[in-house]
């Protein structure tokens, strides 16, 4: 590898997420030109040599890339730079939530995406739409009573609410980000104790229940804070979480 080539490569984040870390190194010389259109990248052994990481993990960044539309591949020749290296449209891929800080990110784009959906929900929501989003509320309760996360469950509960603002375009936004705006993984349930789950199971009922009422009863404000109580009740929870790993 040149000279050149290995400076582009040589500072990698020495991060628990070796992947991530490789990935946005090279997502960021792709963003500032440095790899520019069209570019080759330097070969797997290369790549290797260059951050120290493993094969698999240079390969796992490598797909991450394609999967964002940012590079492509040639049989035979290797990876290139796309000459259009901006997606095509936005997702989020579920191997990106490998870090608590990456789903803070996510229930911060959700506060101010969902905070709106909701107030619109309570004022456009038909009969169909209350019914629609009771039966998803239903499920999700049933899930977590079962034991599960519900992530699922989740994931159609707050979608019904995108659907009754009567606006398709952000049924279709949440559609693109699938059940990983939903980071169940992280909750560890596993790890709690039987009563730690039943706490943790009231509580979720009682924030989704609040925002379902408020938007069956037509009230935009009290939704709209409903809303944004819960996903920032989740933050404060996903925050704990992080600072108590970090204290280990």
């Known amino acids: 590898m040149k000279d050149r080539d290995s400076a582009v490569f ?8 070796l992947r991530s870390g490789l990935a946005d190194s090279l997502i960021a010389q792709i963003e500032s030109g440095d790899l520019k259109p069209g570019q080759r990248l330097p070969t797997e052994q290369a790549i290797m040599e260059a951050t120290g990481v493993s094969r698999t993990i240079v390969r796992e960044a490598l797909a991450t890339l394609r999967a964002k539309g940012l590079i492509t591949t040639r049989q035979g020749l290797g990876a290139f730079v796309s000459y259009d290296p901006t997606p095509r449209s936005f997702s989020i891929i579920p191997n990106d939530l490998e870090s608590i800080d990456e789903v803070l990110r996510v229930l911060e784009l959700r506060i101010g ?3 709106e959906a909701a107030g619109l ?9 209350i019914a629609r989003m009771q039966a998803r509320l239903d499920a999700l309760d049933q899930a977590i009573e079962q034991g599960g996360y519900g992530a699922e469950e989740d994931f159609a509960f707050h979608r019904s609410i995108l659907v009754a603002t009567q ?31 039943e706490g943790h199971a009231a509580r979720m009922r009682k924030e989704h229940h609040a925002i379902f009422q408020a938007i069956r009863d037509g009230n935009e404000a009290a939704a709209r804070k409903a809303l944004r109580a819960h996903l920032s009740k989740s933050t404060a929870r996903f925050e704990e979480l992080r600072d108590a790993r970090l204290h280990r």
């Open 167 to 197: 606006n398709s375009y952000y049924g279709r936004l949440f559609d693109t980000f699938g059940t990983a705006m939903v980071p169940r993984q992280w909750a560890r349930l596993d790890n709690m104790t039987a009563l730690e789950r």
């Open 10 to 17: 040589n500072t990698i984040p020495q991060t628990p997420n």
């Open 121 to 129: 929900a309570a004022l456009r929501r038909t009969p169909e739409d």
């Open 113 to 115: 995406i969902e905070y």
